[in-house]
């Protein structure tokens, strides 16, 4: 069983949607989760970051986390054309090492 | 503010050859960590360093992989001898430490190490 699993995609939205990342983890005892932005050909780039059950919203994008379910995801509004990456969902494991999933492609289409 | 610098960007070597990667954190950064990240799939952590420590190795492949921070500052990640299976990005990023001694958890990425086994 991986550390973290993602929906590998690719998920196509049309520019102004609503994009909806899911992320689950096997650690029940990890505590830091985080989501990452990377482009083709660059390095991953933190976008969110979220420690307590629910939402946690900056700008365009909202982290969600269920740590009963195991489960984080990220919603982007209004996406955009430059929205389109791959996004990485990462878990700090209650043995405070960083696991990242295999991360999910999204394309936003004008 | 200077980035993670990284270099070289781009090696090709030949199965069985040596490699060595070189990563200059971000200043003050205290906390290193070295990742491979095979196309298609997520960073996978090879070993963490707070200053010229080892925090956390487990995943290094310690038969052919190596790596230093002997000054607590620049690091560099062998692999002697390459296989092709080797064939990755080399990420290396960096954090600063709180003063509790725990690594922040914003790491910041350098430019990544392309290599080519063949």
């Known amino acids: 069983q991986k550390e973290v699993e993602q929906n590998s995609g690719p998920l196509s939205v049309p520019e102004g949607a609503i994009a909806s990342l899911n992320c689950t983890y096997s650690?029940?005892?990890?505590?830091?989760f985080f989501w990452y932005r990377q482009y083709s050909g660059k390095s991953p780039e933190l976008i969110m970051s979220?420690?307590?059950?629910g939402d946690k919203e900056d700008g365009r994008f909202t982290a969600q986390l269920n740590k009963a379910s195991q489960y984080v995801s990220l919603l982007i509004r209004d996406s955009q054309p430059s929205d389109s990456a791959t996004y990485l969902c990462?878990?700090?494991?209650?043995?405070?090492?960083?696991?990242f999933g295999t991360g999910t492609s999204l394309t936003v289409i004008p | 503010e200077a980035g993670v610098a990284q270099s070289p960007r781009y090696k090709i070597i030949e199965k069985r050859q040596s490699v060595a990667f070189w990563c200059n954190p971000i200043?003050?950064?205290?906390?290193l960590y070295w990742y491979q990240q095979i196309l298609g799939q997520g960073p996978k952590l090879l070993i963490q360093?707070?200053?010229?420590?080892?925090?956390?190795d487990s995943q290094l492949p310690k038969d052919r992989f190596s790596a230093e921070r002997l000054k607590g500052v620049d690091s560099t990640l062998k692999i002697q001898p390459a296989k092709l299976e080797d064939s990755a990005v080399y990420l290396c990023?960096?954090?600063?430490?709180?003063?509790?001694?725990?690594?922040?958890?914003?790491?910041?990425f350098g430019p990544g190490t392309r290599l080519t086994v063949l």
């Open positions: 360093f707070q200053n010229n420590g080892v925090v956390d």
């Open positions: 200043s003050g950064h205290a906390t």
């Open positions: 990023a960096s954090s600063l430490v709180r003063s509790s001694g725990r690594a922040t958890d914003t790491q910041y």
């Open positions: 650690d029940r005892g990890s505590q830091s």
């Open positions: 990462a878990v700090r494991s209650s043995g405070n090492q960083f696991y």
């Open positions: 979220i420690y307590s059950n």
